[in-house]
């Protein structure tokens, strides 16, 4: 039996694109017909860009401020989420007996816990007790504009330092226990040959560890980690509970003042999807290429 050529449409693609397409047309047009919902999508872009009217400059608005906010906690959670991730599975494939129990007791305990309470019972009952007798954010008040500004770009200003601080830091020990079974998994994934072959040549278990497994185990869990990342993405949007100006809290925001339900979730569900789809998209293209390498 001959395969079907890669890329080529068959009847059934074709009928799963023309259903969605009638589901959305439908939707629309039941949203206009039978309840009378006047659409203003006119509205909209205002939302990402407005032009001060003192300097004449185009500034960023809440979408597009919501949207740059939840790249930057994602990042930040994603890497504390690996740093924290990579130890947790070290410990839970090489450690003695209360490494791993420490390992599995984390990774149990967290992933059964849905995210949205790790979150809030992080922020009200950790964070606000350290941040506040941290004083981060009165530091972060009494700095310089350029500082402030500084700091801004990469996290949050001074009203947000804190909220930001706790969110990142709760979404990357969610993260991180997921992270954690992917390295574990990666680390049992090597053969003992290799062990075996980098002892025969002088090396000692640490250095074969670091040297020879190490590596082979991030590269086999490079793909998983890319994906982690997406779910991150979408896992942020739990710390709008919090107050996080990221994207999801910045749309209930603009709901509540201007009544555009319909307009603003279309909008932010694009956005997401334009975010995550284009890095699954690069992770696919790399993981081809990768394959084809080997």
């Known amino acids: 039996m001959l ?16 259903a969605v397409a009638a589901a959305i047309f439908l939707f629309f047009v039941r949203m206009v017909r039978v309840l009378d ?11 990402f860009l407005f032009r001060d009217p003192v300097t004449g400059h185009f500034k960023t608005n809440m979408l597009l401020q919501g949207f740059f906010t939840t790249i930057k906690l994602s990042t930040w959670s994603m890497v504390m989420g690996f740093i924290l991730g990579t130890l947790s599975g070290i410990m839970g494939a090489k450690g003695g007996f209360l490494s791993r129990l420490v390992s599995r007791f984390y990774v149990e305990t967290v992933r ?3 995210s949205l309470v790790l979150v809030i019972l992080f922020y009200y009952f950790v964070s ?34 804190n909220a930001f601080v706790s969110a990142a830091v709760a979404l990357a020990i969610y993260e991180g226990a997921y992270i954690s079974e992917i390295v574990r998994g990666g680390i049992n994934g090597i053969s003992k040959g290799q062990w075996e072959a980098a002892w025969s040549i002088g090396l000692s278990p640490s250095k074969t560890f670091r040297l020879v497994v190490l590596p082979q185990a991030f590269r086999r869990a490079a793909f998983p980690l890319a994906g982690q990342f997406i779910s991150t993405i979408k896992d942020s949007a739990i710390v709008s509970v919090i107050s996080v100006q990221e994207l999801t809290f ?34 696919s293209f790399f993981e081809k290429r990768l394959a084809i390498r080997q």
Do not use: C, H
């Open 3 to 18: 395969n079907k050529p890669a890329g080529r449409l068959t009847l059934v693609d074709l009928a799963v694109v023309l």
């Open 37 to 47: 919902y006047q659409w203003e999508w006119d509205i909209i872009p205002g939302y």
């Open 112 to 114: 059964n816990i849905p």
């Open 128 to 161: 606000s007790q350290f941040l506040d007798a941290l004083g981060l954010d009165v530091w972060l008040r009494n700095q310089s504009d350029t500082i402030q500004r500084a700091i801004a770009v990469f996290g949050a200003g001074p009203g947000q330092i």
């Open 250 to 283: 910045q749309g209930m925001e603009l709901m509540a003042a201007t009544f555009l339900t319909f307009e603003i979730w279309i909008t932010i569900t694009l956005l997401y999807f334009v975010l995550t789809f284009s890095l699954s998209r690069s992770i």
